[in-house]
């Protein structure tokens, strides 16, 4: 069966500092990975997409990586600020289909000024 | 772009009520899915449409809930009898092909308790 587990659950940080979530995944066959930003009250919106080959991806404070032998992928934030206080919930897509996405429960992130 | 657009944003009802949500999705995206989310299950994929055609319900919980797609640019949940285990968001999501790079919107959601 297709799982994502994602960690922490929830994960408190004061605002400046680094932190990283972290997604393991038993998903097959693999087709690509993303990661979504839900802001309460509001829809996911998508940070960044990872395919098989890629490594690292960024996007501005947001760095994702994929190892995609060990099936584990992490989402790296920098200098966290108070926006960035959101779920971030990771998505692996198996074959092609528009139905085979398996998602993750979130990590639930709080930036304390 | 506005975005999808889900209505109502939050609806509160009693137990037996039917229950309508609609979605707008993004003009020109083939895809529309609905999905529900607890704190329990995270996003559960309910059902999804490609160009106006339901292709998948498998994740409809029961028969009381039901969807439609009348034509492409609008779509409705519908739940009757509502029970209150159906309590939940539920978001609206379209996207321009079914796989590969292209990512889904989601629309902001509609938050259900039903009492």
């Known amino acids: 069966k297709n799982q994502v587990e994602q960690s922490p659950q929830s994960l408190i940080i004061l605002e400046g500092k680094n932190c990283t979530l972290q997604?393991?995944?038993?998903?097959?066959?693999?087709?690509?990975l993303r990661w979504y930003k839900q802001d309460t009250g509001r829809g996911p919106v998508s940070l960044t997409i990872m395919t098989f080959s890629e490594n690292t991806k960024s996007n501005g404070r947001y760095t994702a990586t994929l190892d995609a032998d060990t099936k584990q992928s992490s989402l790296h934030i920098t200098a966290s600020q108070l926006s960035d206080s959101a779920s971030y919930i990771c998505v692996v897509r198996a074959g092609g289909g528009a139905d085979g996405l398996t998602f993750g429960k979130g990590t639930h992130l709080i930036i304390q000024p | 772009d506005a975005g999808v657009i889900q209505s109502p944003r939050h609806e509160v009802t009693e137990m037996g009520q039917e229950v309508t949500l609609r979605c707008k999705p993004i003009s020109g995206h083939d895809y529309l899915f609905w999905y529900r989310q607890t704190m329990m299950r995270g996003l559960e994929l309910l059902i999804y449409?490609?160009?106006?055609?339901?292709?998948?319900d498998s994740g409809m919980p029961e028969d009381r809930f039901s969807a439609k797609m009348p034509n492409a640019s609008f779509s409705t949940l519908k739940i009757q009898p509502s029970e209150p285990r159906d309590s939940a968001v539920y978001f609206c999501?379209?996207?321009?092909?079914?796989?590969?790079?292209?990512?889904?919107?989601f629309g902001d959601g509609t938050r259900l308790s039903i009492l």
């Open positions: 997604c393991n995944y038993t998903v097959s066959p693999f087709s690509n």
């Open positions: 999501a379209s996207s321009l092909t079914a796989g590969g790079s292209q990512p889904q919107h």
């Open positions: 449409f490609n160009n106006n055609v339901p292709i998948d």
